[in-house]
């Protein structure tokens, strides 16, 4: 089993939109129609390319049609063999890549009413989190309002590359109302595109886009940490999800070197970096991008000086590990108990509402 | 680091102190005038009338103001008057003598890199080569020149390269790290083919502006996020140099990433290699690890050191790295320099020592063994 216990608390596993015809019932009558007249396509994003080998895991794959898309198909890869008690459904459909707010908006309800109906419904240890239009902020808020009556709804998703950084003041209204209703904030790899995804241009390879998303995650820690998003909103948990984690300790070693130097420039950053990231910051398991032997994982885990920050995820249906393999070899007990069930309901506020 | 603190005095004897290497020191000009003796009246002119604009919105300045005046030193300005950086005998006396910098390295910024017209780009760093030559490597024997190149524009890159291949007194070329494209694109490759022939280290430091938001979320607030940012630029760089194959197609080629830290790389590396494993049928062209291609080929400098707390984690990072890849440099006169007497509070033995601070830059650099 490697040593994953039986209970964990799975916060990373993707449901697919099988095809927009899933979300024509859940669609206002203007966008159903919309998508018939203009031919919209499938708003699947060059994130996860359908054939790629990390998309999905060979032994995960079904024979036609998208990874993870059935309910049937997550329960017996994603949620039976790893003995799972709660998973949290973070679904990658293309919405915030639209450049329309009222289009986003309105995919992004019918997202979520299906994630609530297919999902949620029929599947007991599923949670998931609110897609929101990120495009506008009134409009983001409106759905975070919409949803949070609904307790399996335990997270708000954004992905890591938008127009704008995080951090920036004019999504703080996302904020405020996430931590109103209790909701983390979890920050998914991809991008909307509309910036290229590296801060140097475009990139030839797929690879380079995938390994770079870890860059992405530490510029939007430094920018929610510099802007004061923590200072303004102390309760927030922020969840960064499948952004790797082994760059942490390094990130913040530099980060709190310019603190040090420029805080002049942010005073109402008024704590270090590593303790806020301690105290509101937390890092989904997979994908483990670790040295290659424990002793050094081991030195790398003493380095993130907290066992508080992980939170265990198999990221379902990518390809990150090998059989059941989600945790890493080697982990003290305390530690493996702490990631797959003590941190996750520590972070979630309400999965101590719905979880008995 | 922005406080004035109590240094050794300059007048100590520099036999006192392990000799340094400093890969990273910035000759600054007194003013634009400076460059007129290897500027042609057209680009003179055409200076004085449009200016030299780099891909930001500014006339004058930065993107993102500094913390200090010239990002420098507040000690750092000559008694004779004009810009930290601009005087070689109050360099000489402050830092060269003092801290017994037996091999500097010159890194001059603000020079044409990365400006808008192509051609004055390269006439500009034509004449900070020059400069170079005339105003400091031949009037200090321990200082060496780059070669400093419109890496926008490759052909004319090459040339420059080519220009200085036989004069010993150039040991890298340089690039800046924010370039328009990533840094393993095809349209720098004629950069490299240039610099593995002459045998010099090709050097990316931090700062220049490609046009494109600093981060891949856009543009962020604040200076000390563009400052601490410089590390994902040079990440994302260094990504591109392993996926494009420039590493496995110039096996001599030496990268040596500068003021961004290095205790990324570990990490950065091992990301590499476990995606690039899963995604192995993307990039046939490469033959082996990421890792190995950054552990051959690869050097950073030290400043800004990264300053855990507890310090032995530095210590970790760096055995990951690898004792003979990191190159000390303190970044003078800017205002973030790191102080050789204070940079390396780590129990390690002598020889870790000599080649943290001086013997990995005699190696690096071309023909100063």
Known sequence: ?356 | MNELRAQAAPDAPATSRIAIADGDIHPARSGARDFHPWLSKRWQDHIDQYGAPSRHGWQVGPAYPKSQPNASRRDAYPPEGGRPGSSLSFMQHQHLDTNNVALGILNPLGSGQGVQNPALSAALCHATNEWQLAEWTSKDSRLRASVVVPYEDAIASAAEIRRYADNPSFVQVLLLSRTAEPLGSRKYWPIYEAAAEAGMPVGVHAFGYGGNPVTPGGWPSYYIEEMTGHSQCQQAGLTSLVMEGVFERWPTLKMIMIEAGFAWAPPLAWRLDKHFHTLRSEAPHLTRLPSEYMRDQVWWTTQPMEEPEPRAHLQDSIDWIGWDKLIFATDYPHWDFDDPAQALPLRISEQQRADFFLGNARKVYRGCA
């Open chain 1, 1 to 356: 089993m490697a040593g994953v216990p039986a209970g964990a608390i799975d916060c990373d596993i993707h449901p697919s939109v099988p095809s927009v015809a899933a979300l024509m019932p859940y669609l206002e009558d203007h966008w159903r129609e919309q998508v018939t007249i203009r031919g919209i396509d499938e708003l699947n994003s060059i994130s996860y390319p359908l054939n790629s080998p990390l998309t999905c895991r060979p032994d995960w794959r079904p024979a036609t049609g998208r990874p993870a898309a059935s309910i049937e198909m997550v329960r017996a890869q994603a949620l039976d063999p790893f003995a799972t008690s709660i998973a949290i459904a973070n679904c990658l459909y293309g919405i915030q890549l639209l450049f329309s707010e009222d289009m986003a908006a309105a995919f992004a309800r019918a997202v979520n009413d299906w994630m609530a109906r297919e999902w949620l419904d029929r599947e007991p240890r599923l949670r998931a989190s609110i897609v929101v239009p990120i495009q506008n902020a009134e409009m983001a808020v409106d759905e975070i309002n919409r949803c949070a009556a609904d307790k399996r709804f335990v997270q708000v998703l954004l992905l890591v590359m938008g127009d704008t950084p995080l951090g920036r003041r004019h999504h703080w209204p996302i904020y405020a109302a996430a931590e109103k209703h209790g909701l983390a904030i979890g920050i998914h790899a991809g991008s909307a595109y509309h910036n290229p995804p590296t801060p140097v241009g475009w990139p030839s390879y797929y690879t380079e886009d995938y390994v770079g998303q870890a860059q992405a995650f530490q510029t939007q820690l430094t920018s929610l940490i510099c802007e004061g998003v923590f200072t303004k909103f102390p309760n927030l948990k922020v969840v960064m999800l499948e952004s790797g984690f082994t760059w942490l300790p390094a990130h913040l070693w530099r980060l709190t070197k310019y603190w040090r130097g420029l805080r002049m420039e942010i005073p109402w950053v008024d704590r270090a970096p590593g303790d806020i990231v301690r105290s509101n910051v937390r890092f989904s398991l997979q994908p483990v991008d670790g040295p290659p032997d424990q002793a050094s994982l081991l030195k790398l885990f003493d380095h993130m000086q907290s066992d508080d920050l992980l939170l265990f995820s198999t990221d379902y249906p990518h390809n990150q590990f090998a059989g059941l393999s989600a945790m890493p070899d080697g982990l003290p007990p305390a530690l493996v108990r702490k990631i797959a069930i003590e941190n996750p309901r520590a972070t979630y506020a309400r999965l101590l509402e719905t979880v008995q």
